[in-house]
């Protein structure tokens, strides 16, 4: 008589709970923070030499830009980055689940940076769209898959974040250190290489670490009925074909020229997180007591988008001033000048576990979600008021400041940072309504997506204007900014409920 072989019960996700074996946080932390360690090497590591890239000399194996419309393609390149991660989060939400969406989102990102390592022009603009696409796959969705680690009301949750934000720190600290060698003395697309080699690294970690790991099941938490999840998948292929004839059609004939191909990403930038509030807002998935929390959300995406207009600049205004008006040793010692965001980096790795230990010693007498992140923008915006102090009463094509001056800047830059990311994502995690999950995270996202949209433009300005009006001005916007959450402190602290 025959007896037949039991069925093999499929392994079970962990589930939020008293896991504490990653320095008193869920394992699975270890691993989301190792994939980002090696994702931000490559992604901050090949921005750190893009905008020195674009602007450097054909004949040294750059792209010949100006360094104002350098910097605006890096800022474009930034916006589509971010606007795809809407269509990420969904597809985490509806298709694919979190797992294979941030698996899906690495193998693009690989992808792209190998390409980039190809010396052509072409190649570089199809290596930015597959990294484009990848980072919009992965950044929304493995940062909702920290938030699955803990419940709701874990006091961990702010001090895990901060944890994982040192992860991705310590990739920003080493990527631009070995890209800017290799860029500097081997060549740009030696640069790029060693980012795609980060990126695969990153891979084989998450593959392997995948076991701890809460969302990691083969279908999405909210997965669309068979029939529909057909008509999506092809819609989205037919849209991404169309969208890629009618732009090549459209530069064939002239029409869709770089300055107007970056108007038209910044128009999209300031439009996508209007309609996508506007959805979320009027969704009958969404409960009151939902929607309530979403009314301060709101004031926390404009903080962010405040900030981040500030940070992201260090990959572009801040290379360029860096490049040309920054000696490039310290202590004797000369360096490229992209090492210059290594010091961002460096800060945000030393600085986050002290943050994360505050946290944890303070309890619930810590500062409201919303404070942090205003102190955070204030930091952001006298990082670059800073910067008016060196740049003013000299001639701005032959004066050269001292190293320490950028890595003050970077010193108040990178505390910035740890308070406004990891609060803002942590409070995203809580704030989201549970049918929008990674969808919300993706919404994060979109203020990062609207604060280089808006860098696009302000960018344009870098050499038309005095560098201490410049970067004077902007920072200004960004405390002004940072007080007005301040004031706005009782209000979200009543709203914001259970974010503390």
């Known amino acids: 008589m025959s007896r037949t072989a039991p069925e093999a019960t499929p392994p079970t996700e962990p589930e939020p709970g008293d896991d504490t074996a990653f320095f008193g946080q869920p394992r699975g932390l270890l691993t989301l923070s190792g994939l980002e360690v090696w994702e931000r090497f490559s992604f901050l590591g090949m921005q750190a030499i893009l905008v020195l890239y674009f602007a450097d000399k054909v004949a040294n194996g750059g792209m010949g830009m100006d360094p104002g419309t350098a910097a605006s393609v890096s ?55 597959l990294i484009s696409a990848g980072t919009g796959l992965l950044k929304p969705n493995v940062a909702s898959m920290v938030g699955k680690l803990y419940r709701t009301e874990d006091e961990r949750r702010d001090a895990g974040f901060a944890l994982y934000y040192m992860g991705i720190n310590i990739g920003a600290f080493l990527g631009p250190l070995i890209t800017g060698w290799l860029g500097d003395h081997r060549g740009w697309h030696w640069g790029f290489s060693a980012a795609a080699i980060g990126m695969t690294f990153g891979l084989i970690q998450y593959v392997a670490g995948r076991r701890h790991l809460a969302g990691r099941k083969a279908a999405a938490e909210y997965a669309l009925p068979p029939d529909a999840m057909r008509r999506a998948v092809l819609w989205m292929v037919a849209g991404a074909v169309g969208f890629a004839v009618l732009a090549g059609l459209l ?87 992209s090492w210059y ?94 049918a929008f999950a990674s969808q919300t995270m993706a919404l994060w996202f979109l203020s990062l997506a609207l604060a280089n949209g808006i860098q696009a433009q302000v960018v344009k300005l870098y050499d038309d204007v005095s560098h201490p009006m410049y970067f004077g001005v902007n920072g200004a916007i960004a405390v002004a900014v940072g007080l007005a959450v301040i004031a706005a402190a009782p209000w979200l602290r009543r709203t914001m409920h259970p974010v503390h």
């Open 75 to 129: 800022a474009a390149y930034g916006t589509l980055v971010y606007l795809v991660s809407v269509g990420g989060g969904w597809l985490a939400d509806r298709i694919l689940g979190s797992y294979r969406a941030v698996l899906w989102g690495g193998i693009l990102i690989a992808c792209g940076h190998y390409a980039m390592a190809v010396p052509t022009d072409a190649m570089t603009w199809v290596g930015l769209g």
């Open 251 to 337: 530069a064939a004939v002239g029409w869709l020229t770089m300055d107007r191909f970056v108007d038209l990403l910044t128009l999209i930038s300031v439009l996508a997180p209007v309609v996508y509030f506007a959805v979320m807002f009027r969704s009958p998935r969404v409960s009151r007591e939902e929607r309530g929390r979403l009314r301060p959300y709101v004031v926390l995406f404009l903080a962010s988008v405040a900030f981040n207009f500030i940070l992201f600049q260090a990959y572009s205004t801040m290379m360029l001033l860096a490049a040309s008006n920054a000696r490039s040793d310290i202590l004797g010692f000369d360096f490229p000048a």
């Open 341 to 434: 965001a290594s010091a961002l980096g460096a800060f945000e790795v030393l600085l986050a576990p002290v943050v994360a230990g505050l946290w944890v010693k303070m309890g619930r007498s810590q500062p409201h979600a919303s404070n942090k992140i205003a102190y955070g923008v204030i930091l952001g915006g006298l990082s670059f008021m800073l910067m008016a102090l060196p740049t003013s009463g000299h001639d701005s094509d032959t004066y050269k400041m001292a190293a320490w001056w950028i890595v003050g800047s970077y010193l108040l830059l990178g505390l910035g940072d740890i308070l406004v990311e990891t609060s803002g994502m942590s409070a995203t995690t809580k704030l989201a309504p549970q």
